[in-house]
């Protein structure tokens, strides 16, 4: 679960800083940032499950 928590907190503070610069009023800022951290989140969990049935 650490691994887990650092990805999240990574994923809120990258989503949080392109929300602020990527976007002009606070609403679309707000579910920009959003929208990428649902990305970031989604796609660690994709990345981590294809990483754990790979032959080590």
Same mark, same amino acid.
């Given at each position: 679960?650490?691994?887990?928590? &650092?990805?999240?907190?990574?994923?809120?503070?990258?989503? %949080?800083?392109?929300?602020?610069?990527?976007?002009?009023?606070?609403?679309?800022?707000?579910?920009?940032? %959003?929208?990428?951290?649902?990305?970031?989140?989604?796609?660690?969990?994709?990345?981590?499950?294809? &990483?754990?049935? %790979?032959?080590?």
């Amino acid at each position: 679960m650490r691994h887990f928590l &650092i990805i999240c907190i990574f994923a809120g503070l990258v989503s %949080l800083a392109f929300g602020i610069v990527g976007r002009e009023t606070l609403r679309d800022r707000f579910f920009y940032g %959003l929208k990428l951290f649902i990305e970031f989140i989604g796609i660690a969990l994709i990345l981590g499950w294809g &990483i754990f049935y %790979l032959p080590i």
